[in-house]
């Protein structure tokens, strides 16, 4: 398809608008057509950067309707920008539908390196960044968060996920509640921007100064949530406390019976039940 155009995906600022590259203010001047999530969002960035160019709206709600349309811009020979609100396109925002889309029929899709919040936070946080694994945005409702979560808790990478600001007491009361008080964690909030800010600690520790600070509960915020630790023979609960579960798991379901024998011996629930689960 050498006539045809291609789709270039531009990431843009996560907050401070000098982060914005040189390569994508050419893109952005030189394309036929801008693919953005929010239309007057964007709107604002090209005014600054000094850019007109006509702007159409794709977001979650219209990706696939307008899948196409992008199919027939770039068979016209039009090239299109792709961007989101902030950060690199498909990252947690809408985009996979229409790149998946573009590859299929064989059009030339291109993508820029730029800013990402998770990589910012990552890089940041003093957390082990060798491995590592996105989730995303947390369900809403915190049973399914804590499915989800339940999920994750002998995840041995760093875990890293983004949050609503009215969530993030929940959430981390929730992150608590499965994996532990003392699970190592940082905050990051308003990255780039002028009130950004890295809360460090274990997961109880970043919830006190998330209580103490309202400001805490404010802006774009990256949870980053260290792995497991690797296990050993030494994790393994007591010979007192395995008889005391074994008693209960006679009368009661396994997820009560280990609820009920880390009361009593002190320990840690979700510790305690996901190793029953592993002699099953």
């Known amino acids: ?14 907050g401070n608008i000098d982060d914005i590259t040189e390569r994508a203010k050419q893109v952005l001047a030189s394309v036929d057509l801008i693919a953005a999530e ?26 696939q309707q307008k ?11 039009h090239n299109i920008a792709l961007i989101s609100d902030a ?12 790149v998946r889309e573009c590859r299929a029929k064989g059009f030339n899709v291109t993508a820029l390196p730029g800013a990402c919040a ?3 936070a990552l890089s940041a946080s003093g957390l082990a960044t060798d491995r590592f ?27 890293i996920f983004y949050e609503s600001p009215h969530r993030i007491v929940a959430s981390l009361e929730d992150l608590a509640a499965e994996f532990g008080n003392e699970r190592q964690m940082v905050m990051g909030r308003e990255l780039t921007k002028q009130f950004e800010t890295y809360l460090t600690g274990s997961i109880a520790e970043v919830i006190a100064q998330v209580n103490a600070d309202s400001n805490q509960q404010r ?29 209960l798991r006679e009368e009661l379901p396994l997820k009560k019976a280990a609820a009920l024998t880390a009361k009593i011996h002190g320990a840690r629930k979700n510790t305690l039940y996901q190793w029953a689960i592993e002699q099953q």
């Open 133 to 159: 694994c996105f989730e995303g945005f947390l369900p809403a409702k915190s049973g399914q968060r804590r499915k989800t979560l339940q999920s994750l808790l002998n995840e041995p990478r760093t875990m």
């Open 38 to 63: 929010d239309t007057r969002h964007s709107q604002t960035l090209l005014r600054h950067l000094g850019i007109e160019r006509k702007l159409v709206s794709i977001h979650e709600h219209n990706e």
């Open 219 to 247: 802006g774009e915020i990256v949870l980053l949530v260290a792995g497991c630790p690797n296990k050993s023979d030494d994790d393994a609960p007591s010979a007192e406390v395995i008889a005391t579960l074994n008693v």
């Open 67 to 77: 899948v196409a349309w992008v199919l027939e811009q770039l068979q016209q020979g």
């Open 87 to 98: 950060g690199t396109p498909l990252i947690s925002d809408p985009g996979f539908i229409v």
């Open 118 to 120: 998770l990589t910012v």
């Open 1 to 14: 398809m050498s006539d045809a155009g291609i789709l270039y995906l531009v990431p843009t600022p996560i």
